[in-house]
């Protein structure tokens, strides 16, 4: 249990540890907890394919800690720096033309090179810290299992109950707003919000 406004870094540095291990971990976001693993992390990254029925082609979101780091992974256009400047950290996922520096790992994943991927910029004070301290982003998804829908993962209580089984570490930070986020696709010639989230955005 961490705080959720001034988290011990010594809790935070165990998470952090198990997670630069290869673990899979539960941070708490701006839109609900999320699974979270490292780039490099193919055995926790396997185990969320199980437990979510996940094929191999399925994008994961990549969290990330600023604008920059979302610049080296993603080609951004000055329309697209703009929106994101204006819109992170926030609740929202933005699709974005993978860049060359995209680990190849992640671009070869599924059967044809990735073309565009998930970024986020959480506006959560526990996650960017866990953030700053492994050093680079990590890859996340949302708590859904195959008989839901939507994901029902900003109450700790619940989230704990039903997950905590499945993974390496949690950080509890007591209940997170409620999810999900928006979509915004900037791959086109236009940004497109795909999905308005409980905070919903305008472009």
Known sequence: MVHPVTPQQRLVDKAVAVIRGGGLALVPTDAGYSLAW?????????????????????????????LSEAGRLARLDDPAFRLLRSLTPGPCTFILPASPDLPKRIKNAGRSKRRDIGIRLPDHVVTRMVLESVGEPLLSTSLVLPDEEHPNSHEADQVADRWLRWVDVMLDAEDCEPGPTSIVDCTGDEPEVIRQGFHPVAL
């Open 38 to 66: 490292g780039l490099e992390s193919r055995d926790a990254e396997a185990r969320v394919q199980r437990l979510r029925e996940l094929d191999s082609r399925h994008p994961f979101t990549l969290l990330c800690r600023q």
